[in-house]
């Protein structure tokens, strides 16, 4: 789910002390999402209306950010949807600009003769509803022209993939030649194959579940709640409040405990060690780990580009995460899949373990690799479906090229 470690993850360990002290600079603003008035880069937007919601009432005025690579065929059968994880949006190729505050989450694997192939595919990535870089979401404005702060609805993942679904009507896309997404993007791409089998040729689901298991709850609860223990948060009512504070402390600490399931044991241990990032003694005054330099520059670089009652929606919609609820349960849903589909999981995750991939694979009617799943060996954990362009994008050229 972190969507953007290429970047800063792969930088060596002596260099996050000053990064770190450069990102502590000046307190971070109430929100670091995308607001309308900023400049919008590359996005594009489509405007959906109200959309129904699976909790009853709808959402108004709902908007979609995208962008696209590619062009699109004289008979729109080239397109491919990419789907991103839980704090990514639609950059997912080019640098970072005035308008995108981090660069492409999948430079390596996107573009011209790289396994998406932009020369061939028309590749579209929308931000996903609920978000906070110029889809509708939390510190979007509701129809009083307010945030909607708490107002914002419980959204599910199936509520998004029909904003998905909606937005696809839009661009005049009645099946994608491929759905493609990663963690909390391949329960959206699942959910695609479940519900709407008739719109999609094929199906990459990378390193997600069937469902949200117990443990995988757990792990979205802390978080969440690391965010509403903050006094900033204000019930999530914080984007004007007159000091201008925000729940950035719980936000930073919720990355922090992320970052502890994105990556994995052994790549940390490996990495760090005890190495000390200061030369003053761990056995007396002050002094810090490099690892916790690491998860506190990433805490609070996070605060800058996100926003807080996103990340806790988009959290929520996680835990309703289930292709089997009210569909005959997980066996039941995934006979439904017709398109034909990659399956991949990453050795050393321990946020969605290759048990998960291995279950869903075993059921599904079509799978690129009869009824396993592939799986690929990182150092990375669960990042590794972001970090490891090369192991991945194979797999997903043999999924384009059936």
Not at 144 to 151: K, L, M, Q, Y
Not at 371 to 376: E, K, T
Request: with cysteine; aromatic share 8%; proline share 5%.
């Amino acid at each position: 789910m972190d969507w953007q470690s290429t970047s800063e993850d792969t930088v060596p360990s002596s260099i996050v002390s000053e990064r770190h002290r450069l990102a502590m600079l000046g307190k971070p603003p109430a929100t670091g999402a995308w607001r309308d008035g900023d400049d919008p880069g590359h996005r594009s937007f489509v405007t959906l209306g109200d959309l129904p919601l699976e909790s009853g009432g709808s959402l108004a005025r709902t908007r979609i950010a995208y962008e696209t690579w590619g062009e699109l065929d004289a008979d729109r059968g080239n397109a491919v949807l990419l789907l991103h994880a839980l704090t990514g949006d639609s950059h997912v190729v080019g640098p970072a600009t005035t308008g995108h505050p981090t660069a492409g989450w999948w430079n390596g694997v996107v573009g011209p003769g790289l396994a998406i192939d932009t020369d061939r595919w028309f590749v579209v990535a929308p931000n996903m509803l609920g978000g906070c870089q110029g889809s509708t979401g939390p510190s979007s404005f509701a129809p009083d022209a307010v945030e909607w702060g708490s107002r914002f609805p419980h959204l599910t993942i199936r509520d998004q993939v029909e904003a998905q679904v909606a937005f696809s009507d839009a661009l005049g896309v009645e099946r994608w030649a491929a759905v493609v997404g990663g963690s909390m993007g391949g329960m959206h791409a699942l959910e695609w194959g479940v519900g709407h089998p008739d719109r999609l040729e094929r199906l990459a689901v990378l390193a997600a579940p069937p469902l949200a298991s117990a443990d995988q709850i757990a792990l979205n609860t802390v978080q969440g709640e690391a965010v509403r223990m903050d006094p900033g948060w204000r019930d999530g009512d914080y984007h004007d409040a007159a000091d201008g504070e925000g729940p950035y402390r719980g936000l930073a600490l919720a990355r922090r405990m992320a970052l502890l399931n994105y990556r994995s044991p052994d790549e940390l241990n490996a990495r760090f060690g005890r190495a000390w990032q200061s030369d003053v003694s761990p056995l007396g005054g002050p002094g810090r780990f490099q690892v916790e330099s690491y998860l506190d520059f990433h805490g609070n670089k996070f605060t800058r580009r996100f926003d807080a009652g996103s990340y806790v929606t988009l959290l929520g919609a996680m835990n309703s995460h289930d292709v089997g609820r009210g569909r005959g349960g997980v066996e039941a849903a995934l006979g439904r899949v017709s398109a034909r589909a990659l399956v991949l999981g990453i050795d050393s995750d321990r946020l969605f373990p290759v048990a998960d991939q291995r279950t869903i694979a075993r059921l599904l009617p079509h799978g690129l690799d009869g009824g396993d799943a592939a799986v690929i060996s990182s150092e990375f954990g669960h990042d590794g479906f972001l970090i490891e362009n090369e192991a991945v994008g194979g797999h997903l050229r043999r999924l384009l090229e059936t």
